[in-house]
C-alpha cells in the first residue's frame, strides 16, 4: 500500500512539473532512475523524428502540431523506445509528451520530453534501452543516455545511436 502512494505521488509531481522538466531535459539526453518497482524516463527527441508532426515544415513543432499529432507519436514511442529485461519488453506507462518549451509552453521547440515509467518486477534485474527515434540533422543522430539504480547507487552514462540502438545497462545486483 506504501509502495501504491509513493508511486502514485511520483507520477502527480511528473505532470505537475512537466513543464519545468520540458526545459530542464538538453536535447538528444536522457535519463533513467530506478527507483522502489519502476524505471522513471525522461528523454529529449526531435522533432525530426516523428514523421508529419511538423505540418508547416519550420523544423519545429507548435503546440497545435503535437496536439494534433499525439496519437502517432504516442504509438511511435511505444513502438521505438522500450526497456526490457531477462523476459520481455516491459510496457511504458503514464506517458507524456510536451514540447521542450525552455520556459514558454506556447513557443514551438525542436524537441520533444518524453516522461514514464515502466515497472519492474525485480530492480535488480538486468536491463537493456532500446530508442530507434532519431532526426534527419546529423545533431539529433545520438543520444546521451544516464541511467541510476538508487538502491545500490550504481550510475551508467552511454551512447546510443542509429547504428547501435539499444545497450544493456548495468550489472545486475544481487540484493
Known sequence: MMLLKIITILIICILMCANALAHMMVAQHGTI???????????????????????????????????????????LIHENVQLSDSKAKLPLQGLIISLASHGNPKKPSSHLIVMGKYPLDNTNSE???????????????????????????????????KDQSSKTLLNASAD
Open 33 to 75: 532512475n530506478i527507483v522502489d518497482k519502476g524505471a522513471f524516463m525522461v528523454l529529449s527527441l526531435p522533432v525530426s523524428a516523428f514523421e508529419g508532426l511538423d505540418m508547416d515544415n519550420d523544423g519545429k513543432a507548435s503546440s497545435a502540431e503535437l496536439t494534433q499529432y499525439k496519437n502517432q507519436a504516442t504509438e
Open 127 to 161: 536491463l537493456t534501452f532500446t530508442n530507434r527515434l532519431f532526426g534527419r540533422h546529423l545533431s539529433e543522430q545520438q543520444m546521451d543516455m544516464t541511467i541510476t539504480r538508487q538502491h545500490d547507487k550504481q550510475k551508467k552514462t552511454f551512447i546510443i545511436d
